[in-house]
């Protein structure tokens, strides 16, 4: 009926702003679990582990590429509607303006939703970002290896259209030359001020 259309139409963005906001507030309590806050010193070595992934580009990528240089993980979809490209378009600016040293830093974006985040999606959603950004996925099954690896937590929220978005954590993970865990990587400052802080993991 035309009086239901407006409420059709309002109830998707509500859904978004409610997932968004779950989301900041799930990658709150993440943060402080991961890093001992709510676990009185839980270790940061037991953040991370293996897996084995697809790049865009069709090239797997397991634990041990992290070896050798510091790397920036974030995890999220191709269908996001704001955190993921405000999030990747804040990594880009960094890796940019690291200049020659972004050569030697690690930069992945690691799907929650491998229902949609083939290797084709990964490729044109990426294009739009800095092309150091390697784009990981996989099946079901190693998607969710990974994320229980990194402690991410994610979860598919249906909408009233039949489509769903992702609720997730939506975090910056920096490891070590290692691969070692290092802390959550702090965006929100000028590029420069992060890439100056990044060149000291190199």
């Known amino acids: 009926m035309p009086d239901q259309k407006p409420e059709r139409i309002a109830i998707r963005p509500l859904v978004i ?6 989301s900041l507030a799930v990658g709150l309590l993440v943060m402080l679990w991961v890093v001992g806050g709510l676990r009185g010193g839980t270790s940061v070595a037991s953040v991370g582990g293996p897996f ?4 865009q580009a069709g090239q797997v990528v397991t634990e041990k590429n992290l070896q050798g240089r510091p790397t920036l993980i974030f995890f999220g979809f191709t269908h996001c509607p704001d955190v993921c490209p405000t999030s990747l378009f804040e990594m880009s600016e960094v890796l940019r303006a690291m200049g020659p040293d972004a050569d030697r830093v690690n930069a992945y974006f690691i799907s929650v939703d491998p229902e949609r985040d083939t290797q084709g999606a990964m490729k044109d959603y990426l294009s739009s970002f800095d092309p150091h950004l390697k784009g990981l996925t996989g099946d079901p099954d190693a998607i969710a290896k990974v994320l229980a690896a ?3 937590y994610a979860k598919k929220v249906p909408l009233k259209d039949g489509d769903y978005t992702m609720d997730h954590t939506a975090l910056i993970y920096l490891m070590d030359r290692d691969g070692k865990f290092v802390m959550p990587f702090n ?9 100056s ?3 000291r993991y190199l």
Do not use: C, H, M
Request: net charge positive.
């Open 197 to 199: 802080d990044l060149k």
């Open 52 to 55: 084995r992934l697809t790049d």
């Open 17 to 22: 702003v409610a997932a968004f906001a779950s």
């Open 150 to 152: 990194y402690r991410v």
């Open 187 to 195: 965006l929100k400052r000028t590029p420069a001020e992060a890439a």
